[in-house]
T-cell receptor, first 116, second 112 residues
């Protein structure tokens, strides 16, 4: 079974440009999450989808970030316009937990975004 | 959400048992404790989760004392491939939608 896949693995863009990150969760997982680690900082939660609905977007830094999950399958995270401080590694995770004792999230390998 | 404190780094040698302790003094009644492992250039990977006492799986053991204010991840006979960052997370994951709050983690370095 394929794991969580993210595209691209690396992206270098100029300040002011637009970048779209994609995440394909594990098939059948209703829950999809985006996280980000900025250089030297901890991994931070961005938002949570349940199927196509945004369940929690409390971690989205500002309105330059737009996440979508049309049809409840793959998700995209668009940054427009990108700023230098948006550089970091963006992780996607998915889960289908229905057991209190094992709430396991499966992470992708991340997209390393560099804004220059 | 309960805050966690763990050592920033640890060193070990191949074949040794490694114990990483995490403090979570304000853990709530409904909170569980979970540990993730992260290798360079990869996303975090679930290792183990528990509520109280001891949990063991094929990878590690998790020891949780009665007051639940701390927990210890035990890795038996580590190898070089266990070099990674280990994160201790605490929360009512089931009722908070699976949201994970990461701390700084413990960077474990295993030497030959």
């Amino acid at each position: 079974e394929a794991g969580v896949t993210q595209f691209p693995s690396h992206s270098v863009i100029e300040k002011g440009q637009t970048v779209t990150l994609r995440c394909d969760p594990i098939s059948g997982h209703d829950n999809l999450y985006w996280y980000r680690r900025v250089m030297g900082k901890e991994i931070k939660f961005l938002l949570h989808f349940v199927k196509e609905s945004k369940q929690d977007e409390s971690g989205m830094p500002n309105n330059r970030f737009l996440a979508e999950r049309t049809g409840g399958t793959y998700s995209t995270l668009k940054v427009q316009p990108a700023e230098l401080e948006d550089s970091g590694v963006y992780f996607c995770a998915s889960s289908q937990f229905n057991l209190r004792v094992r709430t396991e999230a499966f992470f992708g390998q991340g997209t390393r975004l560099t804004v220059v | 959400l309960a805050k966690t404190t763990q050592p920033i780094s640890m060193d070990s040698y191949e074949g040794q048992e490694v114990n990483i302790t995490c403090s979570h003094n304000n853990i709530a009644t409904n909170d569980y404790i979970t540990w993730y492992q992260q290798f360079p250039s990869q996303g975090p990977r679930f290792i183990i989760q528990g509520y109280k006492t001891k949990v063991t799986n094929e990878v590690a053991s998790l020891f949780i004392p009665a007051d639940r204010k701390s927990s210890t991840l035990s890795l038996p006979r580590v190898s070089l491939s266990d070099t990674a960052v280990y994160y201790c997370l605490v929360g009512d994951f089931y009722n908070q939608g699976g949201k994970l709050i990461f701390g700084q983690g413990t960077e474990l370095s295993v030497k030959p």
